[in-house]
Nanobody, 122 residues
Framework: QVQLVESGGGLVQPGGSLRLSCVAS????????MGWYRQAPGKQRELVAA???????NVVDSVAGRFTISRDNAKNTVYLQMNSLKPEDTAVYYC????????????????WGQGTQVTVSS
């Protein structure tokens, strides 16, 4: 009932930049939180950054100062600006959204996108 589509991944050199986008669509009444997670081969998925509807943000220490999360509430879109990329940033990046559904019960659920590959290599 809710779909998240990520885009913007690719191959970049160390020190380069990428901007990821995630668009949510479907039976959405409102989105109270959106975030980015990443998973490298052989490792567990980890939270990278999250943003609330009111604009407050959290970022993991390993990317603080390099990554910036933002959102456009009117477009149900979240962005992740990634600067000064390092090889250890290589991973599949997943979008996650906490959604109040546009259904009679107005239930709250979290949804995942399919992921976009980010590769940082020379």
């Amino acid at each position: 009932q809710v779909q998240l589509v990520e885009s913007g991944g690719g191959l970049v050199q160390p020190g380069g930049s990428l901007r990821l986008s995630c668009v949510a669509s479907g039976s959405i009444f409102s989105i109270f939180a959106m975030g980015w997670y990443r998973q490298a081969p052989g490792k567990q998925r980890e939270l990278v950054a999250a943003i609330m509807k009111g604009g407050s943000t959290n970022v993991v220490d390993s990317v603080a100062g390099r990554f910036t999360i933002s959102r456009d509430n009117a477009k149900n879109t979240v962005y992740l600006q990634m600067n000064s990329l390092k090889p250890e940033d290589t991973a599949v990046y997943y979008c996650n959204a906490g959604v109040v559904l546009a259904t009679p019960g107005h239930s709250q659920e979290f949804f995942w996108g399919q992921g976009t590959q980010v590769t940082v290599s020379s």
